[in-house]
Structures are given as structure tokens and as C-alpha cells.
């Protein structure tokens, strides 16, 4: 039934972990990782399960209890089955973690603390004592710059220069970057506009 509650709080969950920050569900979302609505075709539900309990390389692993996970995949297999418009769209798949370290902005500077899932260069980052930033300037990443503001280049930029100007117990200490390596890493955690569904 549409109004039920297992449905009601599965979305609930998949709008707290941010599921469509990566993947699309009922027809929303970035397309930088499966298609959650053609899960209803190609696996069953214990499948999707376990694919949530063990996570797949660059997927956070939210720790969900089995109560979540039930509501979860009920809420990811309705949406597929109702959702309207989507297209089926491409996206990259990595399959083993790169060896020795990358060159890039990201693994330099944020790679050891934070993980991120991207549109061009796939996981980047061996961290996870920092949340896992896939999606960060897409509207499907929470919206956890301060106040429940979405965040963005400004706001990332701010945040760089002094976590702490934002929230004053931030752990993270600032990171100095010139333009150049900014726009580097801008480049690497923006979600192609033709990736995002709405």
C-alpha cells in the first residue's frame, strides 16, 4: 500500500544514508554506481541485501541493522517498481582498488581521511576516519554544511580554508590549496549534470 510504514521509513533510510548521492532510486539520483531501479529485474532481495552488508569497493558502510536493511530494500524495490521516467543511464564500474598511491588532487590531499566515488577517475582515497564524500557537490549528497545548507564550491572552499570557521569542535585541520589544485579537485567530485536525474 502506498502509505505503509515499512515503505514510509525505508525512504526515510534512504534519504539518511544518501543512497542517491551515488545511485539511482524511483527515477532520482547521480549515476555514478548502479541503477537501483533495475535491481528488481536482476537480483532478488536476499541479494540486495547482502550487497548492502558488504559493501562493494568505495561504498560507506552505513552499519545498518537488520530492521533498516528490511525497511531499505523494500523502500529501493518499490521505487523501482514505481518509478516514472528513468532512464536507464551508464556508469563506471571498478572492480579492485588501484595499487601504490594515485597523483591526483583528491588522494593527495584528501585521500588518506575521506573516500570518494567518482564520475571519471572511480574510488579515489583510502580513508574512512572522514565521511565518504561521493556525491558532495551533487543535490543527493546530506545537506551537512551548517544548518542543513547544501553544500557547494563556495561552501567547500570556506570549509578548506578552516573547518573550524564552520563548526568550532571540527577535527579536520585546514588544507591549503592553491586555485588551481582547488579547481583540480572540483573537477573530481563534481557529478556530471547529465548523470543526475531529478
Known sequence: MPDDAVLRDGQLVLEQFACRRCHVSAGKGNSLAA???????????????????NPALGMPDFKVNKQQVVILVNAILDGAKNKRGNQDSRYIVHFKESKGVR???FSKKCGACHQAL???????????????????????????????????????????????NVRSNAGMQPVALSEAEFKQLV????????LQLR
Open 103 to 105: 597523483d591526483d588532487i
Open 187 to 194: 573537477d573530481i567530485l563534481a557529478v556530471n549534470q547529465l
Open 35 to 53: 541503477n537501483l531501479d533495475s535491481l528488481l529485474k536482476e537480483r532478488s532481495p536476499e541479494e540486495i541485501v547482502d550487497a548492502i552488508l
Open 118 to 164: 567518482t564520475a571519471h577517475h572511480g574510488v579515489l582515497g583510502v580513508g574512512k576516519t572522514g565521511p565518504n564524500l561521493s556525491g558532495l557537490l551533487s543535490p543527493w549528497y546530506p545537506k551537512t554544511f551548517k544548518n542543513s545548507v547544501e553544500w557547494n564550491r563556495e561552501r567547500l572552499q570556506y570549509w578548506l580554508k578552516n573547518p573550524r
